[in-house]
């Protein structure tokens, strides 16, 4: 079935109006999203400048409480009465001074319990819940929250209800201190018992929002302000999650921390001592309520945005549809065979870029046409030469068998040999196309190499396999071609021959234990060479090394094949030793099939 033309002129009129719907869409979008952060950014900074007015208001009576209990711990009149064996004589004076410095406490109103307590049962006690509480003695003292067990690090950690309070106001915050006589090891307790009207007025004036809740938080425990009173959360600390991040919200002060709770926002600000916080949930951001009055703005947006995308259209339709239906016929005239260029398809723009380069086309045919022809012709030559090339190794190879057939007839088997060893060497030049071989074939290829040079030095040097850890590697392990035979050569020309005498090579392969790497090592007793030579001769010779670059050529350029073909971990490694010989270990990797290994 022939598949439906789109024109361009339809595409380019749909894209454009599809574009400025959606540019239409993302201002929307993008408008809504702005009014969105904005408001909630606004409202978590007012907020929290709302918490740190609360915060700072209670930390002074905090304060004023703590400084209040402190002050007991360390009046001298306090400490005689509480210590003294004669408490009666400095009664009258130490309830005058403690009722002075109750009275003149702002926070008065809120301790409902001040109390200072020796360890013989004496009692020195104000409050205002004096005429509404039980008598104090040494029974109904131990039902007091939090006295048996208190220390200083009790105060501001519980929210309990007093039990000896008849009616009334019952919840209470204990704020302890113990004190420690030096001289007979006596202690001593000062017991406020602050009332939770400290909290819950101090909010009486808080402009809090519709729907939003306001929390105290006291020593990891969270209560919510109500109506006056504090009530216990549903759950656990758990249920309030810390954010991390509290980027998007601009917060105003580093220590305002961010929770979320019940999938609500809440903001808790310190209160500056003990581990107090005032807290409160932001408000769910409206942002339908605010639509009607956007909705006249972005319509109006909207339609201006739609008709400058009609507008572009048709501006498109005129700039780029008629360029295109020219090149569409220029370009069919060329399909017909008329190469004759069209000048008035040359704009000057982008679209006369496209028609200068259709004419150009067209005039370069005839001249690419004659190219080929040219082409077929030296490819005929090519062809021609390379069958004569053929030849010439094929008389080669014939001359060499008959100077073999002559020394074998004029009894002389070692020019034989030596005819018959060079013509497989150059037989494997010419016809090797492989990159890798078998192990199997590189030794073949090695023992007629060295059947020549051994005829050379009247059999003064020797090449032996001395150990094959198993057969098998001969077989399976590939090579790239002419890898061991530089090898032989640098060790014969460089190692043997400089010392003046008889020498010997030996090859063993084996495994390496720890990965399977096939190891071929190769070691003659030559005059060896020095750490420094041996690094060199694996690396490539510079230009300033042109005139030695012949001696180790051969040993670098064995150690970047075997790398190209196996990979880094893969190549040649020297250990020599000067005076006693030198060690050349070729690493292969054990299976050819191995990523890595190229064929």
């Known amino acids: 079935m022939p598949r439906l033309r789109q024109s361009i002129q339809a595409r380019v009129i749909f894209l454009s109006l599809a574009f400025t719907a959606l540019i239409a869409l993302s201002v929307c979008v993008a408008s809504v999203l702005t009014l969105y952060r904005s408001t909630t950014r606004a409202t978590a900074q007012a907020t929290e400048y709302n918490l740190q007015i609360v915060a700072n208001n209670l930390y002074q009576s905090v304060q004023e409480i703590d400084s209040l209990a402190d002050w007991c711990t360390v009046d001298s009149t306090v400490r005689n009465f509480v210590f003294t064996t004669s408490p009666q004589k400095q009664l009258l004076d130490v309830y005058n001074l403690v009722l002075n410095k109750y009275s003149s406490q702002h926070t008065a109103r809120y301790l409902r319990r001040f109390l200072i307590l020796s360890g013989e049962n004496r009692i020195l006690q104000q409050g205002t819940a004096l005429a509404q509480s039980q008598a104090l003695d040494a029974e109904t003292l131990s039902l007091l929250p939090g006295l048996s067990q208190g220390t200083k690090s009790d105060s501001w950690t519980m929210l309990a209800t007093d039990p000896l309070i008849l009616y009334g106001q019952k919840q209470i915050i204990p704020v302890i201190r113990t004190m420690f006589s030096q001289t007979t090891g006596a202690t001593a307790k000062v017991y406020l018992a602050v009332s939770s009207d400290l909290i819950t007025d101090m909010m009486q004036d808080y402009a809090l929002m519709d729907g939003c809740d306001l929390y105290w938080f006291m020593n990891g425990t969270a209560w919510q302000i109500q109506d006056g009173h504090l009530l216990p959360v549903d759950g656990d600390a758990g249920d309030f999650t810390e954010q991390e991040s509290t980027d998007k919200f601009e917060l105003l002060d580093s220590r305002t921390r961010v929770f979320t709770y019940q999938d609500r926002i809440m903001l808790a600000y310190p209160v500056g001592s003990h581990d107090l916080y005032i807290a409160q949930t932001l408000p769910r951001t409206v942002i339908l309520g605010q639509l009607p009055a956007m909705l006249m703005p972005l319509l109006g947006a909207l339609v201006a945005i739609l008709l400058l995308g009609v507008v572009l259209a048709?501006?498109?339709?005129?700039?780029?549809?008629?360029?295109?239906?020219?090149?569409?016929?220029?370009?069919?005239?060329?399909?017909?065979?008329?190469?004759?260029?069209?000048?008035?398809?040359?704009?000057?723009?982008?679209?006369?870029?496209?028609?200068?380069?259709?004419?150009?086309?067209?005039?370069?045919?005839?001249?690419?046409?004659?190219?080929?022809?040219?082409?077929?012709?030296?490819?005929?030559?090519?062809?021609?030469?390379?069958?004569?090339?053929?030849?010439?190794?094929?008389?080669?190879?014939?001359?060499?068998?008959?100077?073999?057939?002559?020394?074998?007839?004029?009894?002389?088997?070692?020019?034989?040999?030596?005819?018959?060893?060079?013509?497989?060497?150059?037989?494997?030049?010419?016809?090797?196309?492989?990159?890798?071989?078998?192990?199997?074939?590189?030794?073949?290829?090695?023992?007629?190499?060295?059947?020549?040079?051994?005829?050379?030095?009247?059999?003064?040097?020797?090449?032996?396999?001395?150990?094959?850890?198993?057969?098998?590697?001969?077989?399976?392990?590939?090579?790239?071609?002419?890898?061991?035979?530089?090898?032989?050569?640098?060790?014969?020309?460089?190692?043997?021959?400089?010392?003046?005498?008889?020498?010997?090579?030996?090859?063993?392969?084996?495994?390496?234990?720890?990965?399977?790497?096939?190891?071929?090592?190769?070691?003659?007793?030559?005059?060896?060479?020095?750490?420094e030579q041996a690094a060199k001769a694996l690396t490539e010779p510079g230009p300033e090394e042109a005139a030695a670059k012949f001696r180790h050529v051969g040993m670098w350029n064995v150690h970047r094949r075997l790398q190209y073909s196996f990979g880094d971990a893969y190549g040649l490694s020297i250990d020599s030793t000067p005076g006693q010989g030198t060690t050349v270990t070729v690493r292969l990797p054990g299976d050819p099939n191995q990523k890595g290994v190229l064929s």
């Open 314 to 531: 048709l501006l498109l339709r005129h700039m780029i549809t008629a360029p295109v239906q020219a090149l569409q016929d220029q370009l069919h005239s060329i399909g017909q065979g008329d190469f004759v260029a069209n000048p008035a398809i040359e704009w000057n723009n982008e679209m006369g870029d496209i028609g200068r380069g259709i004419n150009g086309l067209a005039r370069s045919i005839s001249s690419l046409m004659e190219k080929r022809l040219d082409d077929e012709r030296q490819k005929k030559d090519l062809e021609y030469r390379m069958l004569q090339n053929q030849i010439n190794p094929h008389f080669l190879y014939n001359t060499l068998n008959s100077i073999k057939w002559m020394a074998t007839i004029q009894h002389a088997p070692g020019i034989a040999e030596m005819t018959m060893a060079l013509s497989r060497l150059l037989k494997s030049v010419s016809k090797g196309n492989e990159r890798l071989v078998p192990l199997q074939e590189e030794f073949a290829l090695l023992n007629d190499y060295f059947t020549i040079q051994q005829y050379r030095y009247g059999g003064t040097i020797t090449l032996d396999v001395t150990y094959i850890e198993d057969e098998r590697l001969c077989r399976d392990c590939m090579i790239p071609r002419f890898t061991l035979q530089p090898l032989v050569e640098n060790a014969i020309f460089h190692g043997i021959e400089p010392k003046g005498c008889a020498g010997s090579i030996e090859l063993t392969i084996s495994r390496d234990k720890t990965n399977g790497d096939v190891l071929i090592l190769l070691t003659d007793d030559g005059v060896g060479m020095t750490a």
